[in-house]
Antibody, heavy 118, light 107 residues
Framework: VQLVQSGAEVKKPGASVTVSCKGT????????THWVRQAPGQGLEWMGWVNPNSGGTSYAQKFQGRVSLTRDTSINTAYMELSSLTSDDTATYYC????????????WGQGTLVTVSS | SFDLTQPPSVSVSPGETVSVPCSGDELGDKYCSWYQQKSGQSPLLVIY???KRPSGIPERFSGSNSGNTATLTISGTQAMDEADYYCQAWDSSAGYVFGPGTKVTVL
């Protein structure tokens, strides 16, 4: 199982960012793709998940209305778009896979650093 | 909201046993997982469903969960075990929740 994420991004306040996550070595549609972020020197924060099979999503209340999780099953890739960026969104963003209803994160991507700065 | 609490840091001598507690309201009624994160690396699942080890995780890692506290125990701690450890549980209202993390230092 391998999750490979897109490269680092630098964005200005108010902009949007999209991070991709390509899954290989497993049945992409059989596992939820979660997104978790970690601000510099801080802990882990769950943002939401996308069900690659159905396209269904669930978002943490904190990010409702500002995050959009999608997927393209033809290339086994999930996407996280975060809008209206502020400096507080500067963080490393991880994708992680987990079986539906397993309540855990089995495998993790390498992380994508998003820096928000004017 | 559902919150998890962990001590910021614990220390252990090589070869000794260290326990990392994680507290939350009726946590024992939920499944708890634990993740190891070494400096500059992605998190790694080391315990799931309270006490199950994924393939490849050494037997020195074990877990328990009862009442309001889950505990990660590392027996015969090695220098390579020095890392941040995060507990995690799922709550029907809050979703997936992580503890603040505990830094384990091997002295």
């Amino acid at each position: 199982v391998q999750l490979v994420q897109s490269g680092a991004e630098v964005k200005k306040p108010g902009a949007s960012v999209t991070v991709s996550c390509k899954g290989t070595g497993y049945t992409f549609t059989g596992y939820f793709t979660h997104w978790v972020r970690q601000a510099p020197g801080q802990g882990l924060e769950w943002m939401g998940w996308v069900n690659p099979n159905s396209g269904g999503t669930s978002y943490a209340q904190k990010f409702q209305g500002r995050v959009s999780l999608t997927r393209d099953t033809s290339i086994n890739t999930a996407y996280m778009e975060l809008s209206s960026l502020t400096s507080d969104d500067t963080a490393t963003y991880y994708c992680a896979s987990g079986l539906p209803a397993s309540m855990r994160f089995d495998s993790w991507g390498q992380g994508t650093l998003v820096t928000v700065s004017s | 909201s559902f919150d998890l609490t962990q001590p910021p840091s614990v220390s252990v001598s090589p070869g000794e046993t260290v326990s990392v507690p994680c507290s939350g309201d009726e946590l024992g009624d939920k499944y708890c997982s634990w993740y190891q994160q070494k400096s500059g690396q992605s998190p790694l699942l080391v315990i799931y469903h309270d006490n199950k080890r994924p393939s490849g995780i050494p037997e020195r890692f074990s877990g328990s969960n009862s009442g309001n506290t889950a505990t990660l125990t590392i027996s015969g701690t090695q220098a390579m075990d020095e890392a941040d450890y995060y507990c995690q549980a799922w709550d029907s209202s809050a979703g997936y929740v992580f503890g603040p993390g505990t830094k384990v230092t091997v002295l």
